[in-house]
């Protein structure tokens, strides 16, 4: 019984004791929980702490840089007085001296209009007796201006007509050359012709004369087509164009503005050869000619080649623009036939290289002359 007794009374005890112990337990939980949560609460407070400092140094720096801007400012702005007032200081100086000069000026003026008003006095004495002499001089200045005036007009009328009668001269001159020159040849081709085939002289100076009709409306023609050119004129019964309107210097090619030429020319030629009756034997004569520049080149060793070349270059485009071979020629005179000769000479004796460069300018030509074979 008594073994029965300490059983039951051990088995009360246990359950107490574990009650006892969780309630420990609970308490030392809870003690836990508290602690984690005020050490929570302490580390927030303390990083908030942290950044407050941390912006109060911020804020240090700042007022710190400021404060040394405003000494630098304060020192420039001491230095910059330094300056003006000693600026101050000689512009004082200065407007003293110019007050100075200016009192001084002042007396000089005073003495300069006393001279001024002794010297308006003789002005006016001087205006007077130069009035008198002005209305004595008056009556003489209108007749002299009067016979300046008839003599303006006498010398413009007499160089009017010397320019006119001149021009009608310079025509009347190249007028005789081309028929002097076209009688010597006729001459001359009509009794060669007629001596080796019997033919009748008279004939063949009618047809020269109407070729020379021709001549001259192709002529004129050319002139109309291809406008007042000062480097394309007519020189007699030929027509001449510098060789700087078809060709570059010392080349025997064609330019673009020599091939446009030519082109007018041909047309005008096309339109006279239609009217030229069948019985006259013409030919268009195609020369080329030279300055006495010497060229020595593997393709034109002297300036008979190269007149050559650019003669016959001519007349290989006129054929290529329906111009019958045979009816053109091409010859090449080199430098030995030129329209001026080379003077050029000052009244020094020394040479002038412009009206040289001239002179050598003209020279270089292709010439066309519409003539019988």
């Known amino acids: ?24 337990l609970m308490v030392i939980i809870f003690v836990l929980m508290t602690f984690v949560v005020a050490q929570l609460y302490l580390t927030d407070a303390l990083n908030d702490r942290d950044q407050s400092l941390l912006s109060l140094n911020q804020q240090i720096d700042t ?9 630098l400012s304060k020192e420039e702005a001491q230095k910059t007085l330094s300056l003006l007032e000693a600026q101050i200081i000689a512009l004082t100086s200065q407007l003293s001296i110019s007050a100075q000069n200016l009192a001084a000026e002042k007396i000089a003026k005073t003495q300069e209009a006393d001279k001024a008003a002794n010297l308006g006095q003789q002005i006016i004495e001087l205006q007077e007796a130069l009035n008198h002499l002005n209305s004595a001089l008056k009556s003489d200045e209108a007749k002299y201006k009067e016979q300046e005036l008839e003599l303006a007009n006498l010398h413009r009328r007499l160089e009017d007509t010397l320019a006119k009668k001149l021009a009608e001269l310079e025509a009347l001159r190249r007028e005789l050359e081309a028929v002097q020159a076209e009688n010597v040849l006729l001459k001359v081709q009509v009794d060669d012709i007629s001596q080796k085939k019997g033919v009748d002289p008279t004939q063949l100076t009618t047809q020269k004369g109407q070729l020379g009709q021709f001549r001259s409306d192709f002529l004129s023609k050319l002139v109309k087509v291809l406008g007042d050119r000062h480097d394309i004129r007519v020189v007699g019964d030929r027509f001449v164009f510098q060789s700087e309107v078809l060709f570059d210097r010392g080349s ?21 050869s239609a009217k030229i009756p069948a019985s006259i034997n013409w030919i268009l004569r195609v020369d080329g000619h030279t300055d006495t520049v010497p060229i020595k080149r593997t393709l034109f060793p002297s300036n008979w080649e190269l007149s050559s070349a650019r003669a016959i270059s001519v007349v290989r485009y006129l054929i290529s623009q329906g111009i019958e071979p045979k009816n053109l020629v091409a010859a090449g005179f080199g430098e030995f036939q030129p329209l001026e000769v080379r003077t050029g000479l000052k009244a020094d004796g020394k040479e002038n290289s412009m009206d040289i460069e001239k002179s050598m300018a003209r020279n270089r030509r292709i010439e066309f002359r519409l003539d019988q074979r």
């Open 1 to 24: 019984m008594f073994a029965a007794r300490r059983r039951h009374h051990s088995f009360d005890i246990w359950p107490g004791f574990v009650d006892a112990l969780a309630a420990v």
């Open 252 to 272: 025997a090619e064609l330019g673009k503005d020599g091939l446009e030429q030519l082109d007018k020319l041909a047309i005008a030629l096309k339109e006279i």
């Open 63 to 71: 007022l710190s840089s400021q404060l040394k801007m405003e000494r």
